[in-house]
T-cell receptor, first 112, second 110 residues
Framework: RKEVEQDPGPFNVPEGATVAFNCTYS??????FFWYRQDCRKEPKLLMS???SGNEDGRFTAQLNRASQYISLLIRDSKLSDSATYLC?????????????FGKGTTLSVSS | SQTIHQWPATLVQPVGSPLSLECTVE??????LYWYRQAAGRGLQLLFY??????ISSEVPQNLSASRPQDRQFILSSKKLLLSDSGFYLC?????????FGQGTRLTVV
């Protein structure tokens, strides 16, 4: 089983639509969870952290289910500028320190 | 504020040539630093990480090496590039709320 799995998409939605992305992770010891956004040929940028109680940032809502090892991202009222690849990310303890493990990403295309 | 610089932005190198990519961080001390690679159509793969000067750990066996000669400098190197080394190389530094990336180097080995 891959460490972080995502549906690659693409998700093609009209402006104003609500879209949800899902992600599963294999390491039950992971403690930190994030969603990153990556625009074409650019570096990933942190979109939001994901907390056990769920959290919201404007039109974006993230949920975490530790029992199922499942993370979700909901985008409401999609904008053209939301078109990007969304990366699900979990932490992994290393011999010294910790690192982030990235899913391959889900591509979103919002059209007018 | 903390910033991370990475250069060059793009690089085209012949097979068998050496490589040196540099990353520097400003505005913080003793950061955890990382090198990732994103090959075409694939996710980000952790290559190396460093928790301090001279301390390098590798996550995957490969044709590359890393060094940390100064607290805020992280270098990725190769003595002889392979075609399979092509990809988007990203340096990152870590805080508790996530990793922050440099702008990346797009390497094409020809």
């Amino acid at each position: 089983r891959k460490e972080v799995e995502q549906d690659p998409g693409p998700f093609n939605v009209p402006e104003g639509a609500t879209v949800a992305f899902n992600c599963t992770y294999s390491n039950s010891a992971s403690q930190s969870f994030f969603w990153y956004r990556q625009d074409c040929r650019k570096e990933p940028k942190l979109l939001m952290s994901v907390y056990s109680s769920g959290n919201e940032d404007g039109r974006f809502t993230a949920q975490l289910n530790r029992a199922s090892q499942y993370i979700s991202l909901l985008i409401r009222d999609s904008k053209l500028s939301d078109s990007a690849t969304y990366l699900c990310v979990v932490n992994k303890d290393l011999q010294a320190g910790t690192a982030l493990i990235f899913g391959k990403g889900t591509t979103l295309s919002v059209s007018s | 504020s903390q910033t991370i610089h990475q250069w060059p932005a793009t690089l085209v190198q012949p097979v068998g040539s050496p490589l040196s990519l540099e990353c520097t961080v400003e505005g913080t001390s003793n950061p955890n630093l990382y090198w990732y690679r994103q090959a075409a159509g694939r996710g980000l793969q952790l290559l190396f990480y460093s928790v301090g000067i001279g301390q390098i750990s590798s996550e995957v066996p490969q044709n590359l090496s890393a060094s940390r000669p100064q607290d805020r400098q992280f270098i990725l190197s190769s003595k002889k590039l392979l075609l399979s080394d092509s990809g988007f190389y990203l340096c990152a530094w870590s805080v508790s709320w996530g990793d922050f990336f440099g702008q990346g180097t797009r390497l094409t080995v020809v």
